[in-house]
């Protein structure tokens, strides 16, 4: 039975690749909980955009764990640390990655092939 849900909440590992010293970037997941809008909302907020998808991403996002400061210490979630976080480009790009990999239904696992 398929059950019609208008917004889908999901929990994903994102996986960015951070860039190392020299060639070589270093793999770094942290969780990241959004909902998952129905495709007509979505459409819209992208959209009517600039290039960077700020507002696409606030309201998608419900929040995040396992993300530290320079300090090492936990990074809060909160409205304040998200733009923080989206601020950094291969953060960014990974929390995109893994919000269309979940509305497409993928389980957020790669296989290999």
Same mark, same amino acid.
């Given at each position: 039975?398929?059950?019609?849900?208008?917004?889908?909440?999901?929990?994903?590992? =994102?996986? !960015?690749?951070?860039?190392?010293?020299?060639? !070589?970037?270093?793999? !770094?997941? *942290?969780?990241?909980?959004?909902?998952i809008?129905?495709?007509?909302? #979505?459409?819209?907020?992208?959209?009517?955009?600039?290039?960077?998808?700020?507002?696409?991403?606030?309201? =998608? #996002?419900?929040?995040?764990?396992? =993300?530290?400061?320079?300090?090492n210490?936990?990074?809060?979630? #909160?409205?304040?640390? *998200?733009? =923080?976080?989206? #601020?950094?480009?291969?953060?960014?790009?990974?929390?995109?990655? !893994?919000? *269309?990999?979940?509305?497409?239904?993928?389980?957020?696992?790669?296989?290999?092939?």
């Amino acid at each position: 039975m398929f059950k019609i849900v208008q917004e889908k909440n999901v929990t994903r590992t =994102v996986t !960015a690749f951070v860039p190392g010293d020299g060639t !070589a970037s270093v793999k !770094a997941t *942290f969780r990241w909980s959004f909902v998952i809008l129905p495709k007509d909302e #979505n459409d819209r907020l992208l959209e009517n955009q600039d290039d960077d998808n700020d507002e696409w991403l606030t309201k =998608v #996002n419900r929040g995040f764990q396992d =993300v530290v400061g320079d300090d090492n210490q936990p990074f809060e979630s #909160n409205d304040e640390n *998200f733009k =923080v976080l989206i #601020n950094i480009p291969y953060a960014r790009v990974a929390m995109i990655k !893994a919000y *269309f990999e979940a509305a497409v239904g993928g389980d957020g696992k790669r296989k290999n092939s």
